[in-house]
Every structure is written in C-alpha cells, then in structure tokens.
C-alpha cells in the first residue's frame, strides 16, 4: 500500500512539474493572437493575386527596432507555406496601391481594420516604441482602403527582427491573417448583418 501510494505521489508530481514546463515554455515563447477577422473580400486567390509579382508591398508603421529598420524586420518573416514564396517590399501610406499589408506596433485601442486600412499612422498610440516589455502588432491585409483580413498579435518583446520569437509569432500571425481556406465566420459581431 506504501508503495502504490508513494508511485502515485511520485507519478502526479512527475505530471505535474511536466505541465509546468511545457505550459511555462508555451507562454514565454509564443505570440497570443488576441483577434484575427477576414471580411467577405477575402479569398485565398485575392492573395495570390497581390504576390503575383513576386512581392508583397508592406506599410510598417512605429516599427519598434528602429526607423531605418523597416527592410531588416520585412527579410525576417515570409508567408505560410501554403502560399508561394513571396519578399515583402516596404511601401508609404502614400505610395500604396491595389494590396498590400499594413503593419503597426502599438497600436490604439480602438484601432480597427478599417482605420488601419484607411489612415495607418494615425492607429500608432505613441512615438516611444522601445517602452515595455509587451511587443503589440495589428496587422490588416487592405485592397486599396478597404479591409480585407486582420489580427491583433501580443507576444514578449524580441531582442530584435532576428530573434528566432519574433519569426515564429509572425508566422503565427500571418497564418491568422491569411487563411488557405475560408474559416466559418470569424470574429465578427455583424456578419450577418452583412456589416463586416
């Protein structure tokens, strides 16, 4: 009886300390996708479509590795897989045509897709971009002004573009953002209002 009790003992703390490691490596590591949303424009082939010419043009918006950064933070992320491969390019506001992503660190509040899509470096909530220990990233894919997909990413601040983190919560996040099959309805309050 000692020794089946004591084998119990054992086995549940064994149990224990292992879910205690995986779940402390899984938050400490990974990016918490906090809401992702395609609208009725989205399709896989819209995609393909925007990356026809071999690149996928970005507005970067408070990046938070620096200003003259926006190049080194694009070479470090890609499309999921089942997409083709695909160099993200960076864009301006102004110059921005047809598809393309738009990127903001730190983003308001109340930031949606659609302020994202339409006046991306208003959604920005402050200048200081290294404060905290919290990296916040909306992310929209827009068709000229219009929304076609977005998410909201929250992961521990990386050391930088390279840091092997920021790569796998991109690839979290561009997953979401850009589904290979249209999901069932997403986040959307009114979609069957037709208000999304």
Do not use: W
């Not at 395609?38 to 043009?57: E, H, I, M, R, S």
């Not at 890609?78 to 506001?93: D, V």
């Amino acid at each position: 009886m000692t020794n089946s009790f004591t084998i119990r003992a054992l086995m549940g703390g064994l149990a224990a300390a292992v879910l205690l490691v995986a779940g402390g490596a899984g938050t400490a590591n990974s990016a918490t996708i906090t809401r992702d949303d395609y609208y009725p424009f989205y399709n896989p082939g819209l995609v393909q479509y925007v990356t026809a010419k071999g690149t996928f043009p970005t507005v970067v918006v408070a990046n938070p590795f620096g200003a003259g950064a926006d190049d080194a933070l694009l070479a470090k992320i890609s499309l999921p897989g089942y997409f083709p491969p695909t160099t993200f390019s960076a864009t301006t506001p102004q110059a921005r045509d047809d598809g393309h992503l738009v990127m903001i660190f730190n983003p308001v509040a109340d930031s949606s897709g659609y302020a994202a899509c339409a006046a991306p470096a208003r959604q920005t909530a402050n200048t200081n971009r290294a404060a905290g220990t919290t990296l916040r990233l909306q992310i929209a894919f827009c068709y000229d002004r219009e929304v076609v997909s977005e998410a909201f990413m929250e992961m521990p601040r990386p050391s930088g573009p390279a840091d092997q983190r920021f790569g796998q919560a991109m690839a979290q996040v561009l997953d979401a953002l850009l589904p290979s099959q249209i999901r069932d309805g997403g986040d959307c309050p009114n979609r069957a209002a037709g208000a999304c």
